[in-house]
């Protein structure tokens, strides 16, 4: 693989990372892929492996390391794990839940949460997107109200990942419905909390061995003293989430670009038609050229990003160019290398057409590359 | 203590009110009611007042009480300033 500009104990980061996954991760990715089923073991190793934690302070069973290792790290697993599932489950319980409760928590949430989220015992995500309030995602419909020490929370939420097996979600509901985006905070909810339900697995086109659910709010009580920051601040806490995601989980994306395109150079030298290997022919040459250049912009986007929050800066206008522009990179490269394998590349024997199957869902997730063109021209003034 | 309400108004009137508009806010009125400050425009009203201002907004900070009108923004950056020393 190219240099890049990790330090040398994030690139053995990124190669552990890299070994665990051919290792641990990948036997039966395939049949699980079929079944769409969660691979819990994986779960389990990963934990072990220390990927919930990477960014976790050390007093909370974390690693303590900074931003741009967590970046190594998703790399190599985008580039030798076949369960994109399992790394996308991972990241929203990493940057949907376990991060939040850690920027936004107070000491209590911290110490009652943080170290079991990291080592795995729970599993976690976000609770945001409803059947009305999908891109538009501050017209939700979920009320919380406040009774004394207590707030009652109704509503529902969809296509919500990791529901089917969290422990915990952060569940965003309208608090003062006069103030629009400023009126909805967040929820830390348990499983288990009375008017709490999940609703049945939802079957996905890719990431299908990542669980996804509705959620079912009725008349669920939750203490005053699991709402996750101030009253009004569940915006904050969402964009912050958000662009957290992006700066990191998109990593994964450039690893699995990093994977497709070496394979595309070994086809493209190996495979022979016309007498000749098919690298020979610009309409093949061409595309794997335009694929590289795709990779290497991605790269150095992303590592600005992380090089940004890594120094404890703000990174919103660059969080959803970086986003924007790596998951259509990802559809286009995927796409690229299914026509350049021909029938192999759509078969299901190999993993090209799951590959772009998985890609497609990076335009959709933390924000349709729609609602990123919104940010970015929002930051121009339009 | 400088007020900073008049540089706070001019770029939210000239920037967030909308392209070409020409309206005038008051630092009472509330942003969040007009519409002029959404989720959105939340975002890019935190990265022009570090900018401008030279602080660091923490993400816990960003709070309806800092932002619902100009007088409040304009308070909340001279508490950042002051902290700052």
């Known amino acids: ?382 | 203590m400088t007020d900073y309400t008049d540089t706070i108004r001019s770029f939210i009137e000239n920037e967030m009110a909308g392209p070409g508009s020409k309206v005038t806010i008051s630092p009472s009125d509330s942003l969040i009611d007009k519409g002029i400050v959404d989720s959105l425009g939340v975002q890019r009203l935190i990265a022009y007042l570090e900018k401008e201002f030279g602080v660091q907004i923490a993400d816990t900070e960003i709070v309806p009480e800092h932002f619902e009108t100009i007088s409040a923004v304009a308070e909340f950056i001279n508490f950042k300033l002051t902290a700052k020393g």
């Open chain 1, 1 to 382: 693989m190219d240099a890049t500009t990790f330090t040398t104990e994030q690139e053995n980061f990124k190669q552990m990372a890299i070994e665990f996954a051919r290792r641990d991760l990948n036997q039966g990715a395939k049949e699980r892929e079929k079944r769409g089923e969660f691979f819990h073991e994986g779960w389990r190793k990963c934990a072990e492996f220390g990927i919930p934690g990477i960014t976790m302070p050390e007093e909370y069973g974390g690693l303590g390391l900074d931003t741009m290792t967590a970046v190594a790290t998703m790399e190599g697993l985008g580039y030798a794990c076949h369960d994109s599932g399992l790394i996308f489950s991972l990241n929203s319980h990493i940057w949907t839940c376990e991060s939040p409760i850690n920027r936004f928590g107070t000491p209590q949430q911290r110490e009652r949460y943080l170290p079991r989220l990291v080592s795995g015992e729970l599993k976690g995500g976000h609770a945001m997107t409803e059947p009305e309030a999908g891109s538009d995602a501050f017209s939700m419909r979920c009320r919380a109200e406040k009774r004394g020490d207590r707030y009652l929370l109704n509503g529902s939420k969809t296509f919500i990942t990791n529901a089917p097996i969290a422990d915990l979600l952060l569940v965003f509901a309208v608090t003062d419905p006069s103030k629009g985006f400023a009126g909805v905070s967040a929820f830390i909810v348990e499983k288990g909390t009375p008017g709490f339900s999940v609703g049945r697995p939802l079957e996905m086109m890719g990431l299908r061995t990542c669980p996804l659910g509705e959620v079912f709010l009725e008349e669920c009580e939750v203490p005053e003293e699991n709402r996750l920051g101030a009253e009004g601040s569940g915006a904050a806490i969402f964009n912050s989430e958000m662009e957290w995601e992006r700066s990191c989980l998109f990593a994964a994306h450039l690893g699995a670009m990093d994977k497709i395109l070496e394979e595309c150079v070994a086809y493209a030298r190996q495979r022979r038609q016309f007498g000749q290997p098919i690298g020979k022919c610009q309409s093949v040459s061409h595309k794997i050229a335009d694929m590289k250049v795709r990779i290497e912009l991605s790269r150095l986007m992303l590592h600005r990003v992380a090089g940004l929050k890594s120094a404890g800066r703000r990174a919103p206008l660059e969080s959803a160019m970086a986003k924007l522009f790596i998951s259509e990179s990802y559809v286009q490269n995927a796409t690229d290398a299914l026509q350049i394998h021909g029938a192999y590349g759509y078969s299901t024997e190999f993993d090209f057409e799951r590959n772009l199957r998985d890609a497609i869902a990076g335009k959709i997730y933390s924000g349709t590359s729609e609602i990123q063109r919104n940010i970015i021209a929002s930051f121009l003034g339009l």
